[in-house]
C-alpha cells in the first residue's frame, strides 16, 4: 500500500533586483529567491484538493512585493529571508518554511578618477548565499555563505605519502599547484551585529587561511579554514565545506625541447576530486532540522 512521504512545494529562483535610489550614490541588490513550504498539504497530493495550497504564483508575488514593502531588509539577504521565512510560516497550514537567496555582488564602476554613483559591472568573483529555515513554533536558522569562489596558489601545496593499491597512479609531490571552487555555508547559532560585514569577514578569513596555510592535503587546508572562521566569529556554530580539486596537470614539453620546471600546466575540470567536510564547535547545539541530509542547508 503506498503512502505519501515527505513533500514540500515552492518557487524557485525567483529575481528580483533592488535599486535604492533614495541615497546618493545609489546602491543594488541584486537576489535570486527559492522558496519551498511543507505543511499541511497532504489533499493535494493524494485527492487533487488544492484548499490549503497557496500558489508558486502568490509566492513569487510576495517575494517581488517584498523587495519594496520590507524596505532596508532587502538590501542584506539574511534580513531579507527572515521577512520572508515569518510572513510565509504564518500561513496557517505551513509548518516549515526555507528560503535560499543567491545574492549576486556588484561594484561601482570607475569614471573621471572616482566611484560612479550610479553605474555598475557585476563582480563575478563570488556569489553570496543565505538561507533561512523557520518553523511555526518560531525556531529559526540563519545559514550564510557563498559559492564559486576560485582560488589557487602555486606553491606551498603537497600532496604524498598517501595510500596505495595495484590501480594507483598518481606520483607524490611535494610542490604543486592548488586550486579549488570553494563552496561554504555556516550557520549563525548567535546572529551577528552587522550580517555584510560578518559575511565579508568571513570570505576574509578563510582566503587568508588558504594563501598562509601550507598545506599537506585540501582536507588539511579545509580544516585549517574551518578553525580560522570560527576562531574570527564566535556567533558561528560550525561551518561546511565543498571543495573540488581544479587540476592543474604539469605538461611535458620535452618532445618540443623544451625543460618545463613547474611553469607549464594544463587545467582540467573533470573528473575531480571532491573534498567535503564540516567544521564545528565541540560544544555547539544540534542544528536540528534547519539540515536536511537531502539538501544540506
Known amino acids: 500500500m503506498p503512502v505519501l512521504g515527505h513533500t514540500q512545494y515552492g518557487k524557485a529562483e525567483v529575481r528580483v533586483v533592488r535599486i535604492y535610489r533614495d541615497t546618493d550614490p ?10 519551498a513550504l511543507s505543511g499541511q498539504f497532504a489533499d493535494t497530493h493524494l485527492t487533487g484538493d488544492n484548499t ?17 514593502e520590507a524596505g532596508d531588509a532587502a ?6 529571508g527572515r521577512e520572508l521565512a ?29 566611484p560612479h554613483p550610479h553605474a555598475f559591472a557585476r563582480d563575478g568573483g563570488h556569489v553570496r548565499t543565505t538561507t533561512v529555515t523557520r518553523t511555526t513554533d518560531g525556531d529559526e536558522w540563519v545559514v550564510s555563505g557563498v559559492q564559486g569562489l576560485v582560488v589557487l596558489k602555486t606553491t606551498d601545496s603537497e600532496f604524498h605519502t598517501f595510500y596505495t593499491d595495484r590501480y594507483t597512479t598518481l606520483a607524490e609531490t611535494t610542490d604543486r599547484v592548488m586550486a579549488t571552487e570553494v563552496t561554504a555555508q555556516w550557520w549563525h547559532a548567535d ?16 582566503t587568508s587561511a588558504f594563501a598562509g596555510h601550507h598545506s599537506l592535503a585540501l582536507q588539511q587546508t579545509l580544516y585549517e579554514m574551518g578553525t580560522q572562521v570560527l576562531g574570527a566569529q564566535p556567533g558561528v556554530g560550525e561551518i561546511r565545506f565543498s571543495l573540488p580539486n581544479k587540476h592543474h596537470f604539469l605538461l611535458d ?4 625541447g623544451l625543460k618545463n ?19 564545528r564547535r565541540d560544544d555547539t547545539p544540534d542544528p536540528g532540522p534547519a539540515f536536511d541530509p537531502g539538501q544540506g542547508w
Open 75 to 80: 538590501r542584506t539577504p539574511e534580513v531579507f
Open 52 to 68: 490549503r495550497v497557496l500558489t508558486t504564483d502568490a509566492i513569487k508575488n510576495t517575494v517581488n512585493a517584498f523587495a519594496k
Open 86 to 114: 515569518r510572513h510565509f510560516a504564518d500561513v496557517p497550514q505551513v509548518e516549515r518554511v526555507r528560503v535560499g537567496i543567491e545574492t549576486y555582488p556588484w561594484r561601482r564602476l570607475e569614471h573621471a578618477g572616482a
Open 26 to 35: 545609489h546602491e543594488i541588490a541584486d537576489h535570486n529567491v527559492s522558496v
Open 261 to 279: 620546471p613547474g611553469e607549464v600546466f594544463h587545467a582540467d575540470d573533470r573528473p575531480y576530486g571532491l573534498i567535503e567536510g564540516t567544521v
Open 253 to 256: 614539453l620535452s618532445p618540443f
Open 191 to 206: 546572529h551577528p551585529a552587522d550580517w555584510n560585514a560578518a559575511h565579508a569577514s568571513a570570505i576574509a578569513t578563510m
